[in-house]
Every structure is written in C-alpha cells, then in structure tokens.
C-alpha cells in the first residue's frame, strides 16, 4: 500500500504538520537567518494565508526550552544540514509566543478579553518562574495577577513587553 502525504490546508501547528506527515514546504533556513541576524528586532510582513503563522510555530518549536524533544521534528528538513552551530541553538531558548490571529470579537471589550487570555496562558506555560528566587515579591504578585486575569489594562499591556 502507498503512503500518501495529506494536504493540511488551514494548519497552522508546525508539530501538527511534521507529526501527520502532511504537506510541508520547507522555510526551515528562516531558522539559520534569525540565528545569523545581527538585528534585535525582526518584522515579517507578509500577506494573508502566507504562513507566517505557520512560521512562527516552525521557530517556537525550534527554540523552545520546555520542548527539547522536538529536535526530531527537524531531522529531514534543510536546517538540519547546517552547521552544527545551528543545531546548537534547538531547546535552548525560554519563547513567548502570542498569536491573536483568532481574536475576531464585535465588542472592544470582547477582543480584550481575547487578548487577556492569551497573555495569561502565555505566562502558565512559564510559571515555574514563580519559584525563581531571582523573582521579588511584588512582581510575583503581578506575575499571578496576569495568571489569574484580574491585573488591570496596563498591567496586561506592560506584561507583553
């Protein structure tokens, strides 16, 4: 029986796409290009449906600390070919990654909501910097406000940075 590769159309999950062995353009070099870069502040602009989301999962799993397993999920593609420097980089890297791609709502109030949550489960994924004795007390207290979503507008806007 042959193996057929699926057309993920509307995937936008990097893992989700190498994991089912559905089509896959490679941009992989983009890794190589952020890592060889001597800019601290990159734009991506690009058209609708062009993949940026899809980029920016590709680069999340790559550096990702927490998910040092997912090195295998770029065994086949160009950045594995690099230099060894390269590689070196692969979970080893604390990453925030917020998208609001989904955050269509009628209401300004609505979409801030939207926001809020994104930003807190953005924080869950790095609360284990709450036992950090680096931290002081007054940002804990504002690190479990965003947690818990009752920090006030600025609070949130300030957390992003």
């Given at each position: 029986m042959t193996h057929r590769k699926k057309l993920n159309l509307g995937q936008s999950d990097f893992k989700n796409?190498?994991?089912?062995?559905?089509?896959?353009?490679?941009?992989?070099?983009?890794?190589k290009e952020i890592i060889d870069t001597e800019k601290s502040v990159l734009l991506f602009p690009r058209p609708r449906r062009f993949g940026k989301t899809l980029?920016?999962?590709?680069?999340?799993?790559?550096f990702d600390k927490n998910e040092?397993?997912?090195?295998?999920?770029?065994?086949?593609l160009k950045i594995w070919?690099?230099?060894d420097y390269i590689k070196e980089n692969c979970g080893k890297y604390p990453v925030i990654n917020l998208s609001f791609k989904d955050a269509k709502a009628n209401t300004w109030e609505e979409t801030l909501n939207y926001i809020k949550i994104e930003v807190a489960k953005s924080y869950a994924k790095h609360d284990y910097l709450l036992e950090n004795k680096n931290l002081r007390d007054y940002e804990k207290t504002k690190f479990k406000k965003i947690l818990d979503e009752t920090a006030n507008i600025t609070n949130f806007a300030i957390s992003i940075k």
């Open positions: 796409i190498i994991n089912t062995d559905s089509y896959f353009i490679d941009k992989s070099l983009l890794i980029n920016l999962s590709m680069l999340k799993y790559f040092q397993e997912n090195q295998k999920l770029y065994k086949n070919q690099t230099e």
